[in-house]
């Protein structure tokens, strides 16, 4: 009874490193990661008398997470400790291929679910974000979108005749010209203005138009 009592008192007063370090190390991803699911570390942590601290790293790599915790006590030390963590959700896919500048309807899009920690970040994850937009490159069936894949639909086109509007002295000037390339709203584009034949540059806009900066 006496070395039951005292094997008790012993375990009371050492110190519960390993759950405080659990607790340390989800928070961080959880701060990081609010969607996660975190398996607990296999390997054994080193007892520490201090305050323990944790930091998340800034990418997972295939559903694992290096954590680094560090021990304030004295002695204190560092270790990295490897986390699995999951993160379930949905992806948008391609039905189909794409060429480059096709526009994506939402007869082409599906959703689906997986474990987003396996994945590059930026997916898109609802038909929505990518409805009306153009193929940024030839995309295979299959595809998992992104946004970096997409662009916005064109505002312009190459050859079009446009509205060129700029201002002097507080007034509108309006000409005709042709547009020198293809542009989305608020991109950057070259127009020969069909009068002087000379070419100005400026932004995009809805309805034809370009505004030339003064």
């Known amino acids: 009874m006496r070395l039951l009592l ?18 340390a190390a989800r928070a961080a991803l959880l701060e990081r990661w609010p969607d996660a699911l975190i398996s607990t570390p296999a390997e054994a942590l080193p007892a520490c008398t201090g305050q323990v601290s944790a930091e998340a790293p800034g990418a997972l790599r295939e559903g694992q997470a290096q954590v680094r915790l560090r021990c304030d006590g004295s002695p204190g030390w560092t270790r990295f400790v490897a986390l699995g963590v999951r993160r379930p959700g949905q992806v948008l896919v391609l039905r189909r291929a794409l060429a480059r500048g096709e526009s994506l309807s939402a007869d082409l899009l599906y959703t689906e679910p997986r474990d987003l920690a396996r ?22 069936a299959g595809s998992l979108l992104s946004q970096d894949m997409l662009m916005p639909p064109l505002a312009i086109r190459r050859g079009d005749s446009v509205t060129l509007v700029g201002y002097a002295a507080g007034l ?8 020198l390339a293809d542009a ?22 809805s309805g034809g138009k370009v505004e030339i900066a003064p």
């Open 6 to 23: 005292a094997l008790c008192c012993s375990l009371i007063a050492s110190p519960l490193w390993a759950a405080d370090a659990l607790v």
């Open 119 to 140: 994945l590059p970040g930026g997916l898109l994850s609802q038909p929505e974000q990518a409805e009306g937009q153009l193929a940024r490159r030839a995309l295979p």
């Open 172 to 179: 509108e000037v309006r000409a005709v010209g042709e547009a």
């Open 184 to 205: 989305t709203e608020g991109a950057r584009l070259k127009v020969r203005n069909r009068d002087s034949r000379r070419v100005v540059e400026g932004l995009a806009r």
